[in-house]
């Protein structure tokens, strides 16, 4: 696998950090100062994973992860200048795997970059025949969850968490386990990060998202997959 990471900042000081702090770690880093240029070298380079600050030059954070996520399933991990709500669940929303608020700690946003690309690399036993469930059909073999026989539009985390809540269909996690086993966190992470993800794929899921048939909110422990 690829260990090339794009890192899209227009602070000086916080670019020249991740560089020395990704290249200590072993890792080949490309880097942009704002979004046209991160989208050319995007396609280019075709990085194992992006770290895209929001407030960019000529296209926002937002507006090339939001153009990424039609293209390729890399991972992405945001960077937000404020702590504003908004600005997270805007990033997750269109399609960001991660965030993470400035200031923040290096050794945190490290540890979350080795996490998911160890999620990415994990080499797991596959079912050969896809997982139906009425009219979802769920092929981790081909990476591919449809409805009612239509592709479904997901970004990697939201193709993750289904799969993994429906190959494992009543049991219920709670939102820190879920962020240890779909993004490989092993500290406590921001469990709005699911609930956001949750969220989503409920909108792409379920007939009514606000009264959910499939993905289940269970008060007090987290969430469940019922078919």
């Known amino acids: 696998m690829s260990n090339k990471i794009l ?3 227009d602070d000086p000081n916080i670019l020249a950090a991740l560089k020395y702090n990704l290249g200590k770690e072993g890792y080949n880093t490309l880097t942009a100062v704002d979004g046209v240029q991160a989208l050319a070298l995007a396609r280019e380079s075709k990085p194992a ?3 895209l600050d929001i407030m960019l030059p000529e ?3 937002f507006e090339v992860c939001r ?3 039609k293209e390729m399933a890399v991972p992405i991990i945001m960077l937000t200048a404020r702590g504003d709500e908004i600005d997270k669940v805007t990033g997750l929303d269109l399609g960001a795997d991660d965030y993470m608020t400035k200031p923040f700690s290096m050794r945190e946003l490290m540890a979350r970059i080795r996490a998911m690309l160890r999620r990415s690399e994990i080499k797991t036993v596959i ?3 896809p997982l139906k469930f009425g009219d ?3 092929d981790i073999l081909h990476h591919l969850i449809t409805r009612k026989g239509a592709a479904l539009n997901l970004s990697p985390k939201e193709f993750d968490l289904l799969a993994f809540l429906a190959g494992n269909k009543g049991l219920v996690f ?3 386990q879920l962020l240890e086993k ?3 966190y092993d500290y406590a992470g921001d469990t709005r990060t699911v609930d956001v993800h949750i969220r989503w794929l409920r909108g792409k899921i379920e007939d009514n998202s606000e009264e959910p048939k499939r993905l289940i909110t269970v008060r007090g422990v987290g969430y469940k997959f019922e078919g």
């Open 67 to 69: 153009i990424l996520r």
């Open 59 to 61: 296209l926002s954070g």
């Open 7 to 9: 890192i899209v900042e």
């Open 127 to 129: 079912p050969e025949t």
């Open 182 to 184: 779909v993004w490989g």
């Open 136 to 138: 979802i059909e769920v």
């Open 49 to 51: 994973l992006i770290v």
């Open 174 to 176: 709670s939102r820190d």
